[in-house]
Nanobody, 121 residues
Framework: QVQLVESGGGLVQPGGSLRLFCAAS????????MGWYRQAPGKQRELVAD???????NYADSVKGRFTISGDNAKSTVYLQMNSLQPEDTAVYYC???????????????WGQGTQVTVSS
């Protein structure tokens, strides 16, 4: 079994900062890309940022310059530092990891349970 657990969401005022954390655990044979997605009410889930094993990062245009993704390959953890938060950043944030479990011969996507981020004055 593989699990992703997130933490760090909450309520913050516009212009504030939050840091999200995600850890993958369980029977992990190999892991590739880890990332963060978000889903606002009435909208589709969208990529926020992801990071590959080599450290290559990818960001949505809407968060470039404000959000920073980082990770620890050895620990299968990923962080999302979110600065200059705006009301439009309000959403449930989900961690996703592409993992090959010990019992599988292929990679598949695993998702966390989501953490709420609310930006409001």
């Amino acid at each position: 079994q593989v699990q992703l657990v997130e933490s760090g969401g909450g309520l913050v005022q516009p212009g504030g900062s939050l840091r999200l954390f995600c850890a993958a655990s369980g029977s992990i044979f190999s892991r590739s890309v880890m990332g963060w997605y978000r889903q606002a009410p009435g909208k589709q889930r969208e990529l926020v940022a992801d990071i590959g094993n080599g450290g290559t990062t990818n960001y949505a245009d809407s968060v470039k310059g404000r959000f920073t993704i980082s990770g620890d390959n050895a620990k299968s953890t990923v962080y999302l530092q979110m600065n200059s938060l705006q009301p439009e950043d309000t959403a449930v944030y989900y961690c996703k990891a592409k993992i090959r479990s010990s019992s599988a011969t292929y990679f598949r996507d695993y998702w966390g349970q989501g953490t709420q981020v609310t930006v409001s004055s």
